[in-house]
């Protein structure tokens, strides 16, 4: 099966739940409306599973009869970063994200790496690194198959800029890049204005991992507010006071023949995962007529 784009949303649409469907309905009714992804959101799970196997399982069987590529966000209660009781329960949390991820079959389970806290920064960094070594390790005893997706963050006092993820997944086994490009724009006061910006990204990711690694990110989009902290508030597609813009970044991913895994988190999750769906597909046939 050729790669493609594919596009969802991260959690349940809002729709969906006042239709009073039950989360293995979900993969079917994104299919419905043409999407094919489904970012699961275990954020706030603590050092246990909280749903069952079976549950987990049904969903994961309805993704592939629906071809509905899964992920799970895991536990926002991580830092790896942070003192040893910390960052050992931490490492139970993330362990607990990744079983459900493989029960329901999920490809990548993307997480929050932690925070700088009174550390130095290099010194937290590496921290985090060593305690990503042994979590990637256990996960590989346990003959857990679900990658660990660490993802770019937006704010100042968080671990996980571009570069530390990216010497993440150079260095720790199992990884999967998840680039979150709301993130990338928060954080550098939105930086994000011409569809070089994005290009920039793009070709240092790819100097770094390679050109599989580049084309096979796993995304995080929407439009975002930020402060001096960095992110504030995530926004629709339609607010135009807010970047980055998404059209940049379709071109980006026609020029260098990316298939991402978009992921939408935007407040309107899967109707804006329709529009930068169309967006893409506008972006591509307009390339291609002036080839
Ligand atoms: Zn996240």
Known sequence: MA??????????PPMFRL????????????REEGLDAFEYQAVRWGPKPQMKQEEAEKLGSAARENDVRMSLHGSYYVNLSGKKEVAEA????LIASATAADWMGAYVMVFHTGFYGRFEKDFAFKTC?????????????LGLRVKLGPETMGRKFQVGNLDEILTICEQVEGTQLVVDWGHLHAIS????KKPEDFRAVAEKV???LGTEKLRSMHCHFSKIEFTLQGEKRHHTLDEKRYGPDFRMLAEVIVDFKMHPTMICESPILDVDARKMKETLKQVLESKQSKV
């Open 90 to 93: 931490s490492k139970k949390r």
């Open 129 to 141: 690194l060593d305690a990503l070594k042994e979590v990637s390790a256990e996960m590989r005893s």
């Open 189 to 192: 006061f939105g930086a994000f």
């Open 206 to 208: 790819e100097q770094r």
């Open 19 to 30: 239709m009073g469907a039950k989360t293995s309905d979900v993969p079917k009714l994104l």
């Open 3 to 12: 790669e493609r784009t594919r596009f969802g949303p991260a959690g349940v």
